[in-house]
């Protein structure tokens, strides 16, 4: 009897790509439900239409290459295509999606030759894009569902809902005004304050929700504590910095954490691994440097929020970052570093 | 006697399904005596003693290495040598080998070799010499002669002595069983290399899913002298606890600094089966010809730990513990480090430790390999704190001299990230196959760098040569116009002589020399034309080698050096010649 000749090791353990894959998309379950009851089914339209894009352009892409149209079943474009949903306004038209989903699959992902060969985060470079591109469509969010009006149900009617500020965008924008100014003019009864309180009500428990799907993922194993630990840690060190120094001018570090994308972004976008660091310093690093450009571009920046951008300028550092920070390996008195000798002893 | 839980880790590292259970409630049985045992010389070094037809006794040296580079190897049955031919070999590669086979006589007649149950009262010489004639190699695998490598810690400051019992590897129980079975003659066989090495610490460290074991050895060591100096550390659970490497780390705190052996570090490591078979050839005399292999797998009907006689067909295994399904794998040790044989028409050699034939149920075969997404679980799994990642990355790109920069040959092949890798990536594979690339890329710098130093020395003497060459034909001139000045002065003088005495003086000294001259001048001639002859023929010689193929590098070479002996007979004979010459040039 002839039998199979195959190469240690014989067992395997039972983690699977598409079963990291379905996980992380188990644990976006709250935060996008969460999003849904404050937004409206928009954001489950944006999801829904961002999805069936990156499908789509997937297995168009796969057909042209003449590859095999297994690496659909990675849930790997599903999950793009939802991290970028979710990322959108929810009264953003039908056609951003879409324009979104097909820039990430053909530009940022396939152009590099697909799964595991994308130095940017797809996700993050398709918001770019669209935020580049559309900047009206892409800042403006729907008014939040109170308890009197159930707007939810009327915001599917798109950009004839109510519209306002996130609380990100109305602090870039109070321009001059003091701090204190502003949490008053927040409380007033005008139509025109330049925050609703539920918005930022609403921004704390998405944030909150999405902590949750994040702890479920670093409980299972399926991302490391590093990555989003250091970066909130580093968001809420510079923001407190900053504050220290004029708590009138800069936003307390509370509203950078409950507000606008950063929690979702720590446990779900920083935590790509295709474009990241790949060493567990590489990755603080990675963290860290996403955490301070966070805050920079917030304050200093032109745009309200600044995750794309951070996490695609730090995927220009990854590989540089997986040179100068390999672990010292067994047996060795140091840490090798740098570009090597390139194998010359 | 103490035992500590250690409380020390490595990085990384995995927990695989133990698969234990399966053979170690099956007690340890005893293989039935094979009609035919079939020992491959493992070693090109190793020498047959015997010839077909010569009848053996069990436990008889039929094969040794007179250099001592080989273990040596004893008939495991007694019988009749039947063939001494290739057959296949039990390795990786599953090529043939000169084996001996023997065909028994079913008696099973031992040869008696001298036995020391009062080693203590041995010279240190004398029980080496036991070692070495007993065939011992590390039975943990790795398989390397025991004599060489206690002979060579000898020779060195050993501090620690390491007993592994680990045996991390998935499945396997020959090392727990061994321990629950022969506690005491293992302690012996601990303190008889206590009493060769002399070190200051004996650390014995086994995973603690071996209760019984751990407990038999408590026993047996309350009454035994060891009690004091065998310490026994137990560990937690975690492949690969038992690589070498990281077991030196968990007991001693120590890492074997990289491209260095143990010993350099004062460390020296023995798998227990060695140290049992040390205390079977010295205390019962008796040489390696069985050990204790795990048959194990759920497509056996009976599995366990088996003594099986080295050279026992794994056919013949196999039958006598019978196969429930059909197996597509029969894996040769364990499911994470072991290999494969395409046919059950191997023998059990010393290295086997386990035969392993599990159902596709119970180890799926590798799925599609798919594409890295450096998710980092393997850097988290790697023991050596490598980025298998990155290694990859390069080896699959075939940037082999960046896979070394990452330090791949720091890679102990123990396959954790193979087994966490969510891709199905065989990362393994792709190591073995960059290290066997830049194995070869050495192979070949280190032949290019000869063949250039080799060049460079021909040039430079070829130009020394010539040099010389320029000196003597200047010389040479040098004397030519010398004699021709004096020739004239001669002559002159001549002229002012008186004409009759000139007349005869030069001619009685002109038929002398005369005759002398030619016959000078003939036998230079003659040696001239052979010396042109010789280079003309060592040319050619030449000539043939560099259009044959099959001439070595080293043949041309010796051709070169051969034309340029010529070349400098034949500049001899021009330089006497050319000297020659001129005295002729007078005569006429």
């Keep these: 009897m002839t039998r199979i000749l195959l190469s240690s090791p014989h067992a395997h353990g039972k983690s699977s790509t598409s079963k990291v894959m379905q996980q992380v998309i188990l644990a976006c379950l709250p935060g996008i439900a969460a999003l849904t009851y404050f937004f409206g089914l928009g954001v489950l339209l944006n999801i829904l239409l961002a999805c069936s894009s990156t499908l789509i352009a997937e297995a168009a892409v796969l057909k042209l290459r003449k590859r095999n149209l297994a690496p659909l079943q990675d849930y790997s474009a599903i999950l793009t295509g939802i991290l970028l949903g979710i990322c959108l306004p929810a009264s953003a038209p039908w056609w951003i999606p879409i324009s979104g989903a097909l820039f990430a699959m053909l530009a940022a992902k396939h152009l590099f030759g697909g799964l595991g060969q994308n130095p940017f985060n797809p996700a993050m470079a398709a918001y770019a894009f669209l935020l580049i591109s559309f900047p009206v469509p892409m800042t403006l969010w729907p008014m939040v569902a109170t308890a009197d009006q159930l707007s939810w149900f009327n915001s599917l009617q798109g950009l004839d809902a109510q519209t306002g500020a996130t609380a990100l965008d109305a602090w870039r924008n109070k321009g001059p005004q003091m701090a204190s100014e502003f949490w008053r003019a927040t409380q007033s009864l005008s139509p025109l304050k330049p925050l609703h309180p539920a918005m930022l009500q609403a921004s704390t428990y998405i944030a909150l929700a999405w902590l949750i799907g994040g702890i479920y993922l670093m409980v299972k194993r399926i991302i490391n504590w590093q990555l989003p630990l250091t970066f909130l840690a580093t968001l809420l060190v510079y923001s407190a910095f900053l504050w220290g120094i004029d708590s009138s001018h800069y936003a307390p570090p509370w509203l950078h954490f409950a507000a606008g994308s950063a929690v979702f972004s720590a446990f779900f976008i920083l935590t790509d691994p295709v474009s990241g660091a790949t060493s567990v310093k590489g990755r603080i690093i990675f963290a860290i440097g996403a955490g301070l450009l966070v805050i920079s571009i917030r304050t200093w920046g032109s745009y309200p929020d600044g995750v794309a951008f951070s996490v695609l300028l730090m995927n220009f550092a990854a590989p540089a970052l997986d040179y100068f920070t390999r672990p010292r390996v067994y047996g060795h008195a140091k840490a090798q570093s740098g570009m090597g000798s390139g194998g010359k002893k | ?588």
């Excluded at chain 2, 019978?322 to 290295?351: D, E, H, V």
Aim: charged content about 20%.
């Design chain 2, 1 to 588: 006697m103490t035992t500590t839980w250690i409380k020390r880790s490595f990085h990384g590292g995995i927990h695989p399904p133990e698969n234990k259970h399966l053979s170690s409630l099956a007690g340890v049985k005893t293989a039935a005596l094979p009609k035919e045992v079939i020992l491959p010389l493992a070693n090109s070094t190793l020498q047959p003693l015997v010839e077909v037809g010569d009848k053996v006794k069990t436990g008889q040296l039929i094969a040794n290495c007179s250099k001592g580079f080989a273990a040596n190897l004893h008939a495991s049955i007694s019988g009749e040598i039947t063939a001494i031919e290739a057959r296949p070999f039990t390795h990786p590669s599953g090529l043939s080998v000169p084996a001996i086979v023997i065909t028994s006589d079913e008696q099973d007649t031992h040869f008696e070799h001298s036995a020391y149950p009062l080693w203590r009262e041995t010279t240190d010489e004398q029980l080496l010499e036991v070692i070495q004639q007993a065939g011992l190699v590390g039975l943990g695998g790795a398989g390397f002669p025991s004599a060489i490598k206690i002979q060579g810690a000898k020779q060195q400051d050993i501090k620690t002595l390491i007993i592994n019992a680990a045996e991390c590897e998935p499945y396997i129980t020959a090392d727990d069983l061994l321990i629950q079975t022969q506690a005491k003659e293992l302690l012996e066989g601990i303190a008889i290399l206590q009493r060769l090495l002399k070190p200051e610490a004996i650390l014995l460290g086994i995973e603690d899913n071996k209760p019984e074991a751990i407990i038999a050895l408590e026993t047996a060591l309350k009454e035994h002298p060891l009690a004091a100096d065998l310490e026994i550390c137990v560990l937690p659970t975690r492949y690969p606890s038992g690589g070498e490497k990281q077991l030196i780390q968990l007991l001693t705190g120590q890492e074997v600094p990289s491209g260095k052996l143990p010993v350099d570090i004062g460390v020296l490591c023995h798998n227990v089966g060695t140290l049992y078979a040390l205390h079977s050839a010295i205390v019962l005399g008796q040489p390696l010809i069985q050990r204790l292999v795990t048959v194990t797998g759920q497509a056996i009907t009976q599995p366990g730990n088996y003594w099986v006689r080295l050279g026992t067909p794994i056919n013949q295994l196999l039958k006598e513990v019978g196969t429930k399904t059909t197996a597509s794998r029969l894996i040769i040790g364990g499911p994470m480090m072991g290999f494969t044989l395409n046919s059950n028409n191997y023998p059990i050699i010393k290295s086997v430790n386990c035969l392993l034939l599990p159902t596709e149920k119970e180890l799926p075969l590798p799925g599609v390999e798919q594409p890295c997404i450096r998710c980092g679980q393997c850097e988290l799994a790697c023991p050596a704190q490598l980025l298998p990642q990155q290694l990859y990355f390069y080896s699959a790109n075939q940037a082999y001299e960046q896979a070394a920069d990452q330090q791949l040959f720091d890679c102990i092949e123990c396959g954790a990230c193979a087994w966490v890798c969510p891709s199905e990536i065989p990362l393994v594979q792709y190591y073995r196959h960059a290290k066997a690339e830049l194995r070869q890329m050495q192979t070949e710098a280190i032949k290019a760098e000869q063949a250039k130093q080799r060049f460079e020395a021909r040039n430079a003497r070829l130009k020394q040569e010539a040099l010389e060459k320029e000196a003597k034909r200047k010389a040479r001139a040098e004397a030519t116009a010398r004699m021709a000045a004096a020739k004239k002065a001669a002559a002159e003088k001549e002229a002012n002589q008186p004409a009759a005495s000139k007349a005869k003086s030069t001619n009685q000294a002109a038929t002398s020399e005369a005759a002398l001259d030619n016959k000078k001048l003939k036998q230079l001639k003659t040696a001239k034309a052979a010396a042109t002859v010789a280079v003309r023929k060592a040319e050619k010689t030449l000539g043939n080698l560099e259009v044959n193929p099959d001439a070595t590098p080293e043949q041309i070479y010796d051709q070169l050096v051969m034309i340029d002996k010529a070349k400098e007979q034949l500049a001899k004979a021009e330089a006497k010649l050319a000297e020659a010459a001129p005295l002729q040039e007078t005569t006429e």
